[in-house]
T-cell receptor
Framework: GAVVSQHPSWVICKSGTSVKIECRSL??????MFWYRQFPKQSLMLMAT?????????EQGVEKDKFLINHASLTLSTLTVTSAHPEDSSFYIC????????????FGSGTQLSVL | AQSVTQLDSHVSVSEGTPVLLRCNYS??????LFWYVQHPNKGLQLLLK??????LVKGINGFEAEFKKSETSFHLTKPSAHMSDAAEYFC????????????FGKGTRLSVIA
């Protein structure tokens, strides 16, 4: 089956630094990827839709200058949390759409970000 | 360790008939459980969630799910299917405490026949 690899799984960083999270579709090309975040005990919140070769579409209330999304190839989307602060600490997860009849969504394993 | 099993990869029902999408889980902790829906080319949308309050949870669009600890199940139901319910449905588990990552089921595609 299709596999989505997300890296890193865990990251701890100092306040003010930037962190890049990668999401790769390993055996299929994904023109569309989604980025979510989850606060403890809460449901997933869609942050943005990433389309290969074009600008990401951000959900209302998500700062596009804070959460930079780049989808430069059909197998890689990156989320960069710029100038991270403790309130950015969260679980981030990506998903990729397997194109074709009845597109199916596959998930990365997620990244736990802790900002000190 | 946690795991989620969605027992059916594809379910097909006639419009107006009941929907049952099955989900079983295993968790070392008291879990939170979620059902999400994904319409074509869209991100996930939360249908409902269980977080140790009432075991019968009502969600949007007429869906509900019942948490049964003895059966380790959290099946999603709806009394009467609409054409607009055709989508992919995901069952998700996370521990009730801490920041342990989510675990997703593989999804169930619901088809609704006119």
């Amino acid at each position: 089956g299709a596999v989505v690899s997300q890296h890193p799984s865990w990251v701890i960083c100092k306040s003010g630094t930037s962190v890049k999270i990668e999401c790769r579709s390993l055996d299929f090309q994904a023109t569309t990827m989604f980025w979510y975040r989850q606060f403890p005990k809460q449901s997933l919140m869609l942050m943005a839709t990433s389309n290969e070769g074009s600008k990401a579409t951000y959900e209302q209330g998500v700062e596009k200058d804070k959460f930079l999304i780049n989808h430069a190839s059909l197998t890689l989307s990156t989320l960069t949390v710029t100038s991270a602060h403790p309130e950015d600490s969260s679980f981030y997860i990506c998903s990729a759409l397997l194109p074709g009849q009845g597109e199916k969504l596959f998930f990365g394993s997620g990244t736990q970000l802790s900002v000190l | 360790a946690q795991s989620v099993t969605q027992l059916d990869s594809h379910v097909s029902v006639s419009e107006g008939t009941p929907v049952l999408l099955r989900c079983n889980y295993s968790s070392s902790y008291s879990p939170s459980l979620f059902w999400y829906v994904q319409h074509p080319n869209k991100g996930l949308q939360l249908l409902l969630k269980y977080t140790s309050a009432a075991t019968l949870v009502k969600g949007i669009n007429g869906f509900e799910a019942e948490f049964k600890k003895s059966e380790t199940s959290f099946h999603l139901t709806k009394p009467s299917a609409h054409m607009s319910d055709a989508a992919e449905y995901f069952c998700v588990v996370t521990p009730h405490s801490g920041n342990t990552p989510l675990v997703f089921g593989k999804g169930t595609r619901l088809s609704v026949i006119a």
